[in-house]
């Protein structure tokens, strides 16, 4: 069988790596383009170990959202109307997951929809209107925990459709976190000591988008009383040099890392400051306290374990010292992850398979 596996930015090419791993040579990557900044993708493909990706788009990145959820339905339905994909992968909740699933739903190709059903209630978020689009169109939901599950339920997917098979992020995380000695080269080179400092990333747009919240947000990172690394996404540099922000001086930014370096700073890290969507499944492999600076998240797990704390810029200072009350990191770093067992991958695969008409080896 042929799985096409659409990917279009960072997070999906982290996440789909244990899926394609596991369908081998079934599996048929595919760049989007959505994010063509070479330091988000190539350094990934490689970093992962993924065979480089078909790459049959032009010119997605850059467009607003429309445009590029347009020209991705175009470029994608074209693609597999030649190419006849027995089903298609799509991770998440971004513009070229949305497309995909859009486009193989038109075709009447089998979608799966990989970390599917999770709900922030926001409809402001591009993100969530992608998760309900593809909610809609996708054949097999692959929701990550059973909460999840429900909100699919209770949106009208029918059962049989609607499998709980965990986080490939799990596995994904515990495959690319590197060994002690490489971590702890790592972390020298960046000039921090184990549990000397704080890891940040910031590339939400509710973050970025705000100059006086992204100000905020600086001045929070500014006021922790330790050393903060910030892995810059391209949209948080690009708005940082647009507002002339103020940096302070215990604030390190750096160019965006590859997945192994990450981790060795998170694992390393006594805290972690993010919007991110990933980073809140990770810190629960990790085992590390995480403060959320969102107005919502999807990830309520990470949450309600202990790990993760959801805050404004005004509560990080608060949430940290909740975070890192006396006997709480220790605690963390034995608690085990809500977000699945680490064979995600597999079982993913051989829902896939089965979509694709095509009978489970094994
Ligand atoms: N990440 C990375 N290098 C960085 C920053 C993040 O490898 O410099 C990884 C991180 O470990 C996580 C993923 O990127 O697996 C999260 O992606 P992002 O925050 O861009 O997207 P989101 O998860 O919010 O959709």
């Not at 998170?266 to 629960?284: N, Y």
Request: proline share 9%; aromatic share 4%.
């Amino acid at each position: 069988p042929r799985v096409a596996v659409v990917m279009g930015t960072r997070p999906e090419i982290i996440k789909l790596a244990p899926v394609v791993a596991a369908l081998g040579p079934a599996a048929r990557p595919l760049a989007t383009g959505q994010h063509w900044d070479a330091a988000l993708t190539d350094v990934f493909f490689a970093g992962v170990g993924m065979p480089r990706p078909l790459q049959p788009l032009r010119g997605i990145g850059g467009r607003d959202r429309a445009g590029q959820v347009a020209a991705m339905l175009t470029g994608l339905t074209e693609w597999f109307r030649s190419d006849r994909p027995d089903a298609v992968v799509v991770q998440g909740d971004t513009n070229s997951a949305n497309a995909g699933a859009q486009a193989a739903h038109h075709l009447g190709i089998p979608v799966v929809h990989v970390e599917a059903g999770l709900r922030s209630h926001d409809r402001s978020m591009p993100e969530e209107v992608n998760r309900l689009v593809i909610g809609a169109v996708a054949d097999v939901h692959c929701a990550a925990t059973a909460g999840n599950a429900e909100h699919l339920l209770r949106a009208g997917a029918p059962p049989e459709a609607v499998h709980v098979t965990g986080n490939t992020i799990v596995e994904a995380t515990l495959r690319a976190l590197p060994a002690a000695p490489l971590r702890a080269a790592v972390q020298e080179a960046y000039g921090v000591v184990p549990d000397g400092y704080v890891l940040a990333t910031v590339h939400r747009p509710e973050n970025t988008d705000d100059p006086a919240r992204l100000q905020a947000l600086l001045r929070a990172l500014g006021g922790l009383g330790l050393p903060v690394l910030l892995p810059l996404h391209p949209r948080t540099r690009a708005a940082l040099a647009a507002t002339g922000a103020v940096v302070p001086p215990s604030v390190r930014c750096t160019a965006p890392v590859d997945h192994p370096t990450f981790l060795a700073l998170a694992a390393g890290a006594r805290l972690l400051v993010s919007d991110s969507g990933g980073v809140q499944e990770e810190v629960t492999v990790l085992g590390k306290p995480l403060v959320v600076v969102r107005r919502s998240t999807e990830r309520p797990e990470a949450v309600d374990a202990g790990f993760a704390v959801l805050t404004g810029p005004d509560g990080v200072q608060d949430a940290a010292a909740r975070l890192l009350r006396p006997g709480w990191p220790e605690q963390l770093a034995r608690s085990s992850s809500p977000f699945g067992d680490g064979h995600a991958g597999e079982r993913i695969a051989a829902l896939v398979l089965t979509a694709a008409r095509v009978p489970v080896l094994g």
